[in-house]
């Protein structure tokens, strides 16, 4: 039996495709539950940097992203994306109904509860709006670069889109939650020295982590190609390694 035949017996196509889907969306998910808490990354030459402990969550769905891109194809990513995105919004407002629920009068920490769980309107709509943006960037530039590398050079889509992507995400996020959406919900704008730093820290944060993820983006890639995994049909045009 050859290798691809023992991996395709070893790993079933359909749950290897729904694997990577629930990543993504546990991924998202967590990155917004928590996002309001802040963490020191302590990082080889660049040394310590503050950021929101979402940022390292993040990395892992753009992850996903390019593993959905690379394997299934650019319509099956987008169409992930934006039922993720669907997703967000509906836990986010799921969320909202558990923390305005009336607490039982022995439950003692309702505050708590409501403090961990409740971001503020400004900073879950920036969210919201910024993935939809940023993760369909993620998907249509990780296909341009394919389209003139074929299925060569993993590194440079992986890198490329998730830079750019990534970029846009930290940056649009920033600019709604702290200085457009806040007066809009009755709310106080962050300086604008701030909201640079702000988006400087985390993407930096965000693009030490992703090229992190290249070797892992590698290997899963290149086990789904052994395994036979990889959709073919998705990527007519796209230039063969020959």
Do not use: C
């Not at 650019?74 to 994306?81: C, E, G, L, N």
């Not at 836990?91 to 558990?98: I, R």
């Not at 982590?209 to 590698?218: K, L, N, P």
Request: charged share 15%; aromatic share 12%.
């Amino acid at each position: 039996m050859s290798v691809k035949s023992k991996l395709s017996t070893t790993f079933d196509a359909s749950f290897v495709k729904m694997t990577i889907v629930a990543l993504f969306v546990a991924s998202l998910v967590t990155a917004n539950i928590t996002a309001t808490k802040l963490a020191v990354y302590d990082f080889p030459i660049l040394g310590e940097m503050t950021g929101s402990v979402g940022a390292f969550m993040i990395g892992v769905s753009f992850l996903m992203t390019d593993l959905l891109s690379e394997v299934y194809g650019k319509k099956t990513a987008r169409r992930v994306v934006n039922a993720t995105i669907i997703a967000l919004a509906a836990t986010f407002a799921m969320v909202s109904f558990a923390v305005w629920m009336p607490a039982a009068a022995d439950y003692s920490l309702a505050s708590e509860f409501a403090a961990v769980l409740s971001g503020s309107y400004s900073i879950v709509t920036a969210s919201v709006l910024s993935l939809i943006l940023s993760q369909n960037i993620d998907v249509s530039v990780f296909h341009a670069v394919r389209r003139v590398t074929g299925f060569r050079h993993k590194w440079a889509r992986n890198m490329i889109s998730t830079g750019t992507s990534q970029l846009v995400d930290t940056a649009v996020w920033t600019w709604l939650a702290f200085i457009i959406l806040p007066p809009v919900f009755g709310g106080t704008t962050v300086p604008f020295a701030v909201t640079i730093s702000i988006i400087t820290t985390e993407y930096i944060i965000k693009m030490v982590f992703a090229a992190g993820d290249t070797a892992v983006f590698y290997a899963a890639s290149g086990l789904a190609e052994r395994a036979g995994l990889i959709d073919e049909s998705s990527f007519a045009g796209v230039p063969s390694d020959d």
